[in-house]
């Protein structure tokens, strides 16, 4: 059964610098998705990576893949407040996606 | 287009009570799935459809929770009677390939 676990849990980032979120997998998941959830609020689809080495960047994030270390990246660039949020990554097939515990994002001025 | 649909959007029940909830998938999407996400958690797959069809129950918690999709498109999660740590947001999504949509889920208390 996949897991996946996601590092760190929280993370208070300053305005301005640069972080990047670990998600690890367990076993073998033909996908791997980035959401954002706001406070009360339902998961919002950021990125979704298909193949080894995939990179995908949108505005001050970016995402990557490499199927072989079972591993994605969440790399923030210059965090601004409006990033603060929880990011959750999930991985798993056509048939099942299983997410991991999420990371809580917090800018701080 | 138009997003997937839940309701009701927050729902108070006493312990033993049942409850329904409703989710109206993004048109045209085959698979739809029931998450329940307890507070500061990551959403949890309770149920998978394909269609009609139950194609991934595993973690349904079967004595109280039963959930059908009877003509491929709605779907309706029941819990009977409710507990105390039934307490969470039920979240539905569906999906017709790579990308899996989200509905702004139903919260569930239960006192």
């Known amino acids: 059964e996949l897991k996946v676990e996601q590092n760190p849990l929280f993370l208070s980032m300053q305005e301005g610098k640069n972080y990047t979120i670990y998600c690890n997998y367990s076993t073998t998941s033909d996908r791997l998705y980035w959401y954002r959830q706001d406070p009360g609020k339902s998961l919002e689809s950021l990125f979704v990576l298909l193949s080894n080495g995939a990179v995908k960047q949108e505005g001050r994030l970016m995402a990557s893949l490499d199927t072989k270390a079972r591993l994605s990246t969440l790399h923030i660039t210059a965090a601004v407040h409006d990033l603060s949020a929880t990011y959750f990554c999930g991985g798993g097939t056509a048939s099942k996606l299983t997410f991991g515990t999420g990371t809580r994002l917090q800018v701080t001025l | 287009e138009a997003g997937v649909a839940q309701s009701p959007r927050y729902k108070i029940i006493e312990k033993r009570q049942s409850v329904a909830f409703w989710c109206n998938p993004i048109?045209?999407?085959?698979?739809l799935y029931w998450y329940q996400q307890i507070l500061g958690q990551g959403p949890k797959l309770l149920i998978q459809?394909?269609?009609?069809?139950?194609?991934?129950d595993s973690q349904l918690p079967k004595d109280r929770f039963s959930a059908e999709r009877l003509k491929g498109v709605d779907s309706t999660l029941k819990i009977q009677p409710a507990k105390l740590e039934d307490s969470a947001v039920y979240l539905c999504a569906s999906t017709q390939g790579t990308e899996a949509f989200f509905g702004q889920g139903t919260r569930l208390t239960v006192v």
């Open positions: 048109s045209g999407h085959a698979t």
């Open positions: 459809f394909q269609n009609n069809g139950v194609v991934d």
